[in-house]
C-alpha cells in the first residue's frame, strides 16, 4: 500500500527547555485536504509542536517535511512564504496597528512590496466577511488595542484564513467565539479544504467541535505520540480520553449542579459559611438579577451583553448601565482596584494581557490580589510559604516559584489566576470564561476551586459561552441577545441548551 503523499510529516520530535523535556518524541503526519485534531491535556505538548512547525521554537531532534521537503530551523521561511498560517493559542497581533494592517500584513512581507492601505481595507473585509460581515463592516480602521478579546480572536483568524496558506495551524480557535460564529468559521473551512487541498491541524478540548469538524485524529501524551492518525469515526470519546491520560470515570463536565451544591456543602459548618455570604442584586431595564451568598450564577449570549456586565462590576465600565447592590446598599467605585477592594474578585478571560503577569515570577502573580486588597507590600518570606502551601494544595507543577509562568502550561496558568483570590475569600468572583482553552482535568480542578470559594461564601457570576457547560453548573442564567441587551432569568429546568439558545438567539 502507498504512502499517502503528507502535507507536513514530523518523526520524533523532541523539545526540551533547560531540564524539563516538553516533546520527547512526538509524530504527526497531515495528508492533503485534510481537518485533524490533534489532542493531549494542557502540558502534553501541543503548543510546542505548534510552535516548532511555525518557526518560533527550534526543535532539538527528529525531522520534519513539508511538501515533501525537509525543513526544521528553517520553519519560519516556510510562514515567511505563506505556505503555513497559524492561529496560537495567545494571541499575536500587534495592538497599536489598525485591523486591516494587522491581517494584510503577511501580504505585505517583503521590502521590495509597496503597502497599500485601500488594498489593506478591502483585504480584511473580505478576510473578517468569512466569519462575522457585521463586525467586517465596521472594524478595518479600528486599532487592535481597542478591541474586545473576542474581537482579536476573529482578527487573528481572519487573517490566517487569508493569507492563501497549503497548512493552517489552529490551536484554540474556537475558545472565544460565540456558537454561531464557529459555526460559520467551520463553514469556511470545510470550504477551503474542499476546494484548495487547505489541510488543518485543529486543537480543542471540545469534543462536539472536533467531531464537528475533523477526520482523523493525534493524540499526545506527555510529550510522545500515544494514538497516531486514527479515523474519528473509529474511537469514541471515553477512549480519546483514556489515551490522553485523563480519568474515563468523571463526566466531561463534573462540576454539575447537584454536585457543586453537594460539594459547597460539604464539611462541617459549610452550609453555614454558604448561608453567610452576601447577596448580590445586578439591575438593568426591567431584568434585575439576583446572586444569593455561596451561589453560581451563570451568564449566556453574544460578547457584548456579559462584556458590558462583567466591566460594570469590576471597575472597567466607562459609563455603567448596570445597578449594583449588595445587602441593599449601592456599590460604587471606578477601578478594579477600588472593585477587588470592595470583595469583587475578577479573572479575565484575556489570560495573555488582562491575567497572568508574564514578567514576574509565579509568587508574585500568586500574591498580586493580596497585595492590592490587603494593601500589603512584599513579604518574601510570608508570602513564599504561603505559596508554597497554594501550589501544593492546587496539585500545580512548578519548579520553582521563582520561575515565570511561562514555564507552566495554559490550564495550569488559569488555576494560577483563580488560586490568587482563594485566599482572600471574595464577596463576589466574576469569572470570564474560566475554561477556555482547559482540559478535562483541569477543568475538574478549576471546579473545586470555585466550590471551595462558594464554601466559605463567595457568590459567583460565570459567563461561558459553552452552554453545556453552563447547563452543568448553573441553576440560574442570565441571558442576553445579539445586540447585548438582557433578555430574561432562567432558573431550574429552564436551564437547558434548548431553552438558553432560544433566549440568546445562538445555537448551543
Same mark, same amino acid.
Request: aromatic letters at 4%; proline letters at 3%; one cysteine or more.
Given at each position: 500500500?502507498?504512502?499517502? *503523499?503528507?502535507?507536513?510529516?514530523?518523526?520524533?520530535?523532541?523539545?526540551?527547555?533547560?531540564?524539563?523535556?516538553?516533546?520527547?518524541?512526538?509524530?504527526?503526519?497531515?495528508?492533503?485536504?485534510?481537518?485533524?485534531?490533534?489532542?493531549?491535556?494542557?502540558? !502534553?505538548? %501541543?503548543?510546542?509542536?505548534?510552535?516548532?512547525?511555525?518557526?518560533?521554537?527550534?526543535? @532539538?531532534?527528529?525531522?520534519?517535511?513539508?511538501?515533501? %521537503?525537509?525543513?526544521?530551523?528553517?520553519?519560519?521561511?516556510?510562514?515567511?512564504?505563506?505556505?503555513?498560517?497559524?492561529?496560537? $493559542? #495567545?494571541?499575536? =497581533?500587534? *495592538?497599536?496597528?489598525?485591523?486591516?494592517?494587522?491581517?494584510?500584513?503577511?501580504? +505585505? &512581507?517583503?521590502? !521590495?512590496? %509597496?503597502?497599500?492601505?485601500?488594498?489593506?481595507?478591502?483585504?480584511?473585509?473580505?478576510a473578517l466577511a468569512l466569519i462575522d460581515p457585521h463586525f467586517a463592516r465596521e472594524a478595518a480602521g479600528r486599532l487592535v488595542g481597542d478591541l474586545t478579546l473576542h #474581537?482579536?480572536?476573529?482578527?487573528?483568524?481572519?487573517?490566517?484564513?487569508?493569507?492563501?496558506?497549503?497548512?493552517?495551524?489552529?490551536?484554540?480557535?474556537?475558545?472565544?467565539?460565540?456558537?454561531?460564529?464557529?459555526?460559520?468559521? +467551520?463553514?469556511?473551512?470545510?470550504?477551503?479544504?474542499?476546494?484548495?487541498? =487547505?489541510?488543518?491541524? +485543529?486543537?480543542?478540548?471540545?469534543?462536539? #467541535?472536533?467531531? $464537528?469538524?475533523?477526520?482523523?485524529?493525534?493524540?499526545?501524551?506527555?510529550? %510522545?505520540?500515544?494514538?497516531?492518525?486514527?479515523?474519528?469515526?473509529?474511537?469514541? @470519546?471515553?477512549?480519546?480520553?483514556? &489515551?490522553?491520560?485523563?480519568?474515563?470515570?468523571?463526566?466531561?463536565?463534573?462540576?454539575? &449542579?447537584?454536585?457543586?451544591?453537594?460539594?459547597?456543602?460539604?464539611?462541617?459548618?459549610?452550609?453555614?459559611?454558604?448561608?453567610?455570604? @452576601?447577596?448580590?442584586?445586578?439591575?438593568?431595564?426591567?431584568?434585575?438579577?439576583?446572586?444569593?451568598?455561596?451561589?453560581?450564577?451563570?451568564?449566556?449570549? !453574544?460578547p457584548t451583553g456579559p462584556i458590558a456586565l462583567i466591566e460594570a462590576l469590576t471597575g472597567q465600565a466607562v459609563r455603567r448601565e448596570w445597578s449594583i447592590t449588595r445587602n441593599g446598599a449601592p456599590m460604587r467605585y471606578g477601578s478594579c482596584a477600588a472593585a477587588a477592594c470592595a470583595g469583587i474578585g475578577f479573572v479575565s478571560g484575556d489570560r495573555a494581557n488582562k491575567g497572568i503577569l508574564a514578567t514576574l515570577p509565579i509568587i508574585d502573580n500568586l500574591m498580586a490580589a493580596r497585595r492590592i486588597v490587603e494593601r500589603r507590600g512584599i513579604a518574601r518570606g510570608e508570602e513564599a510559604e504561603r505559596s508554597a502551601r497554594l501550589i501544593e494544595a492546587l496539585n500545580i507543577r512548578a519548579r520553582s516559584l521563582w520561575d515565570l509562568p511561562a514555564t507552566l502550561s495554559g490550564g495550569t496558568q488559569q488555576k494560577l489566576l483563580i488560586a490568587r483570590w482563594l485566599p482572600l475569600k471574595p464577596k463576589l468572583l466574576v469569572l470570564e470564561e474560566p475554561t477556555r482553552g482547559v482540559d478535562i482535568r483541569t477543568k475538574r480542578e478549576i471546579y473545586a476551586l470555585i466550590r471551595k470559594l462558594m464554601a466559605q461564601g463567595t457568590s459567583v457570576l460565570w459567563w461561558s459561552t459553552e452552554y453545556v457547560e453552563l447547563v452543568e453548573l448553573c441553576e440560574t442564567v442570565l441571558t442576553f441577545d445579539l445586540d447585548g441587551r438582557p433578555t430574561g432569568v432562567l432558573n431550574d429546568a429552564r436551564v437547558n441548551e434548548t431553552d438558553l439558545a432560544r433566549a440568546t438567539g445562538m445555537a448551543a
Open positions: 500500500m502507498a504512502q499517502l *503523499p503528507y502535507v507536513l510529516s514530523a518523526r520524533s520530535i523532541v523539545k526540551r527547555f533547560g531540564p524539563t523535556s516538553v516533546l520527547k518524541g512526538c509524530d504527526l503526519s497531515i495528508a492533503p485536504g485534510e481537518v485533524h485534531a490533534f489532542l493531549g491535556g494542557n502540558g !502534553a505538548g %501541543k503548543s510546542t509542536f505548534i510552535k516548532i512547525v511555525s518557526g518560533q521554537y527550534e526543535p @532539538d531532534g527528529g525531522t520534519l517535511e513539508f511538501d515533501g %521537503k525537509r525543513f526544521g530551523r528553517a520553519a519560519a521561511t516556510q510562514v515567511a512564504d505563506g505556505a503555513i498560517s497559524v492561529v496560537n $493559542q #495567545e494571541l499575536a =497581533l500587534l *495592538p497599536h496597528l489598525s485591523v486591516a494592517e494587522n491581517i494584510a500584513m503577511p501580504r +505585505f &512581507r517583503r521590502a !521590495a512590496q %509597496k503597502y497599500s492601505e485601500h488594498a489593506s481595507v478591502a483585504l480584511a473585509t473580505e #474581537e482579536r480572536q476573529l482578527v487573528e483568524i481572519a487573517r490566517a484564513l487569508g493569507s492563501g496558506a497549503k497548512l493552517l495551524l489552529l490551536d484554540e480557535p474556537t475558545a472565544n467565539l460565540t456558537a454561531a460564529e464557529t459555526g460559520r468559521l +467551520f463553514a469556511v473551512i470545510r470550504r477551503l479544504v474542499k476546494e484548495r487541498g =487547505l489541510s488543518v491541524l +485543529f486543537v480543542s478540548h471540545r469534543m462536539r #467541535e472536533i467531531r $464537528q469538524i475533523a477526520d482523523v485524529c493525534t493524540i499526545i501524551r506527555d510529550g %510522545k505520540t500515544s494514538v497516531d492518525r486514527v479515523a474519528l469515526s473509529a474511537i469514541t @470519546d471515553g477512549e480519546i480520553v483514556e &489515551r490522553m491520560g485523563q480519568s474515563v470515570a468523571t463526566e466531561t463536565h463534573s462540576g454539575s &449542579r447537584a454536585q457543586a451544591q453537594s460539594s459547597a456543602s460539604s464539611g462541617a459548618g459549610a452550609v453555614q459559611h454558604a448561608a453567610q455570604g @452576601d447577596e448580590f442584586a445586578l439591575a438593568c431595564s426591567d431584568i434585575t438579577l439576583t446572586i444569593p451568598g455561596g451561589s453560581i450564577v451563570g451568564l449566556a449570549g !453574544a
